[in-house]
């Protein structure tokens, strides 16, 4: 069933960041998505940034990439992953791309006559940028999320487009909030009041109000929220701590939301179904089986700079009705000498090299590829874990000795790995790698092909980094398998060690994984662990 007329929600976030306001718009989306309407999520970040792509992971999160190359906030992740959808660079709106937009308009006589301001050309630019994607994706519902919280300098502008939006369409705004608990049972509701008066002095009057907290939210602080905000009392929700995020759906619909939200639309939509995701939630909830895996890396502080491996090994194991627990390992230690890869990989069922830039850790890194081949430990890597694995054969099974990538010894004996030939010249950082899903032919009988049951792949991509062509032979002849190249064979995209689980891939299929639709080789990897487990 679709709407008649499109609808806008828009999510913000008071108090604090780091409160899922992510996921509560992604659970929103699913919840309408679930009653048969088109959703279109946009998001707003305000940094200046006109996308995340040199941002440090280390700060910021997992930099995700969508189909047509958009590097973004790995809050898009969280949608795909709900949504089962491809989303596009129209999808992610930062202040970055307002001003850049705005400027170059104005350089080019869009406004000639005139000065050019915040009130009306940009909160206008704004305006039609939500009005557009949700037209172009032919959306029911458009859901747009306002990144940072409200009483952020750099969101005013955009809160103010959204005010004014709400005098043009049908728009439902939605706050997210923190309800402290000092002991326990005494709930605190001033803070999300004076948030609220906040956004109210803004122009804007939400219409729910979904709380955080450590507690599960009281009948009596919904009904002081309710009555101070301004909000009937079946409008203040509560947002748990839950087990799996992918059950925030149904905690959500369990108290009525959906229905009110419709209702508060002013739209009708067709019956709930959202059997399957439910089914899929008890499985992640309720195991059968358990995995170790260990996934090596840099990051290893800041999980959320590896948001997408995790959550692609969620739903791999799902599919399994397995619980996959991650086991992070700093791998400088090796290099040190205080550890082994055999002492830091003992108990686990498997490794993953996730992505990476730069040279820390990498000695450390290859150290555990050795030990996962030698040993048959099942072996996923990603990205630059794939280019380790081309290292560690071509140093300990083709005896080039100090064989590298030249983004780590540019001064190699053996260049494995080398500059994409296309990214020689290039100077520019921003948006500059080898970008988005590109395709891929997988070779049949190979293991790669086996997981993925097609000889046509596509997965997306964020290198600047490739298998050096000059020694493809040489690798192949010794048992390195080329088991996926570009459609032209010139890039080689996917390798396997000709014995055990071993793949390595050069794009990050975690990327593209989705509970619903799990990354092929993540499932297979999975497996592989699972049997090796078994023996
Ligand atoms: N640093 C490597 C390259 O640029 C790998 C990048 C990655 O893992 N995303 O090719």
């Known amino acids: 069933m679709r709407l008649k007329a499109r609808k806008y929600i828009v999510v913000l976030g008071?108090?604090?960041?780091?409160?899922?306001?992510?996921?509560?718009?992604?659970?929103?989306?699913?919840?309408?998505?679930s009653r048969g309407l088109k959703i279109s999520p946009i998001k707003f970040d305000g940094y200046l940034n006109v996308d995340c792509g040199t941002m440090n992971p280390f700060r910021h999160g997992e930099v995700f990439v969508l189909d047509d190359g958009t590097e973004c906030d790995m809050d898009f992740g969280t949608y795909e992953r709900f949504l089962n959808v491809d989303l596009s660079s129209k999808n992610s709106i930062t202040?970055?791309?307002?001003?850049?937009?705005?400027?170059?308009?104005?350089?080019?006589?869009?406004?000639?006559?005139?000065?050019?301001?915040?009130?009306?050309?940009?909160?206008?630019?704004?305006?039609?940028?939500?009005?557009?994607?949700?037209?172009?994706?032919?959306?029911?519902v458009v859901i747009v999320e306002v990144g940072g919280t409200v009483g952020d300098l750099e969101n005013g502008y955009f809160l103010e487009a959204v005010r004014q939006l709400a005098s043009e369409e049908k728009v439902v705004f939605i706050q997210l909030t923190f309800v402290p608990s000092l002991s326990e049972g005494e709930l605190k509701t001033k803070p999300t009041q004076h948030a609220n008066r906040l956004i109210q002095s803004m122009?804007?009057?939400?219409?729910?109000?979904?709380?955080?907290?450590?507690?599960?939210?009281?009948?009596?602080?919904?009904?002081?929220?309710?009555?101070?905000?301004?909000?009937?009392?079946?409008?203040?929700?509560?947002?748990p701590a839950l087990e799996s995020i992918y059950e925030l759906p149904q905690v959500l619909e369990k108290q009525g939301m959906t229905g009110l939200l419709l209702s508060a639309l002013g739209a009708e939509a067709g019956e709930e179904d959202l059997k399957d995701w439910k089914a899929l939630v008890e499985r992640i909830k309720n195991p059968k089986?358990?995995?170790?895996?260990?996934?090596?890396?840099?990051?290893?502080?800041?999980?959320?700079?590896?948001?997408?491996?995790?959550?692609?090994?969620?739903?791999?194991?799902?599919?399994?009705?397995?619980?996959?627990?991650?086991?992070?390992?700093?791998?400088?230690?090796?290099?040190?000498?205080?550890?082994?890869?055999?002492?830091?990989?003992?108990?686990?069922?498997?490794?993953?090299?996730?992505?990476?830039?730069?040279?820390?850790?990498?000695?450390?890194?290859?150290?555990?590829?050795?030990?996962?081949?030698?040993?048959?430990?099942?072996?996923?890597?990603?990205?630059?874990?794939?280019?380790m694995a081309v290292v560690e054969w071509a140093r300990n099974v083709c005896g080039m000795d100090g064989a590298n990538s030249t983004e780590i010894n540019p001064d190699t004996k053996y260049p494995v790995i080398d500059?994409?030939?296309?990214?020689?010249?290039?100077?520019?950082?921003?948006a500059t790698m080898r970008l988005g899903a590109w395709e891929c032919r997988l070779k049949k009988g190979t293991k790669a092909y086996e997981a993925y049951g097609t000889e046509k792949i596509s997965e997306r991509h964020r290198h600047r980094y490739e298998l050096n062509n000059a020694y493809r032979q040489?690798?192949?002849?010794?048992?390195?398998?080329?088991?996926?190249?570009?459609?032209?064979?010139?890039i080689v995209e996917i390798i396997e060690w000709p014995d055990g689980f071993g793949i390595g891939t050069?794009?990050?299929?975690?990327?593209?994984?989705?509970?619903?639709?799990?990354?092929?080789?993540?499932?297979?990897?999975?497996?592989?662990?699972?049997?090796?487990k078994k023996g």
């Not at 008071?14 to 998505?33: D, P, R, Y």
């Not at 500059?419 to 921003?430: C, V």
């Not at 040489?474 to 010139?490: A, F, H, M, N």
């Open 14 to 33: 008071s108090l604090m960041s780091g409160l899922g306001k992510g996921i509560l718009a992604a659970s929103v989306a699913k919840l309408l998505q």
């Open 95 to 140: 202040g970055g791309k307002l001003f850049r937009n705005i400027i170059d308009k104005e350089r080019k006589g869009g406004f000639l006559g005139r000065d050019v301001q915040i009130v009306p050309h940009l909160t206008d630019e704004i305006k039609n940028w939500i009005r557009k994607t949700g037209e172009e994706q032919d959306a029911d």
């Open 203 to 239: 122009g804007i009057h939400p219409d729910f109000i979904v709380c955080r907290g450590n507690e599960p939210l009281s009948r009596e602080a919904r009904d002081k929220i309710s009555m101070f905000c301004n909000v009937p009392p079946q409008n203040v929700l509560d947002d």
């Open 289 to 387: 089986k358990e995995i170790a895996v260990a996934i090596t890396g840099k990051y290893t502080a800041v999980k959320d700079a590896y948001v997408s491996v995790k959550e692609a090994l969620v739903h791999a194991g799902a599919q399994h009705s397995a619980k996959v627990n991650v086991r992070w390992v700093e791998t400088s230690g090796i290099e040190d000498g205080q550890a082994s890869a055999k002492e830091l990989l003992s108990g686990c069922d498997g490794i993953i090299v996730p992505g990476g830039f730069g040279s820390r850790g990498t000695e450390g890194k290859i150290a555990c590829i050795k030990y996962a081949r030698e040993s048959k430990m099942p072996y996923l890597g990603l990205c630059y874990g794939m280019q």
């Open 419 to 430: 500059f994409l030939p296309e990214q020689r010249g290039i100077k520019e950082k921003g």
């Open 474 to 490: 040489k690798l192949e002849e010794s048992g390195l398998v080329i088991s996926g190249t570009s459609p032209d064979g010139e």
């Open 506 to 532: 050069q794009a990050h299929p975690e990327l593209k994984s989705r509970l619903e639709r799990p990354a092929p080789l993540f499932a297979a990897f999975v497996k592989a662990c699972l049997e090796k």
